[in-house]
């Protein structure tokens, strides 16, 4: 059963840092373009951050450059997304998302194939 399940979510005051993982079962995610997302109540869908599938180059939105670093493992099949200097504002459901074919270099919202199930960012006091 293809499966994408995120873990390491939590509670944090601001400043402080987390890591997520994206940790996928019945197929390979070196094979796939690997996205980041967020989002937080009474907001959109927001795109932070993607690693391609051949070189393993990095891209990242606005928000969250030189905060946020995303890294792949191939041998244990999991992605990573390093979150420090954390702002009340990245308070949000994080999701990771897998797409075998791409556009651009980081593909749309409509062309991921599979999405993990979220988890949970609080950031506060």
């Known amino acids: 059963q293809v499966q994408l399940v995120e873990s390491g979510g939590g509670l944090v005051q601001p400043g402080g840092s987390l890591r997520l993982t994206c940790a996928a079962s019945?197929?390979?995610?070196?094979?796939?373009?690997i996205g980041w997302f967020r989002q937080a109540p009474g907001k959109e869908r927001e795109w932070l951050s993607c690693?391609?599938?051949?070189?393993?180059?990095?891209y990242y939105a606005d928000s969250v450059k030189g905060r946020f670093t995303v890294s792949r493992d191939n041998a244990k099949n999991t992605v990573y997304l390093q979150m420090n200097s954390l702002k009340p504002e990245d308070a949000a459901v994080y999701h990771c998302?897998?797409?075998?074919?791409?556009?651009?270099?980081?593909?749309?919202?409509?062309?991921?194939?599979?999405w993990g199930q979220g988890t949970q960012v609080t950031v506060s006091l």
């Open positions: 998302a897998a797409a075998r074919r791409a556009t651009y270099y980081c593909p749309a919202y409509r062309e991921y194939d599979y």
């Open positions: 019945g197929f390979t995610l070196e094979h796939y373009v």
């Open positions: 690693v391609t599938r051949n070189d393993g180059s990095t």
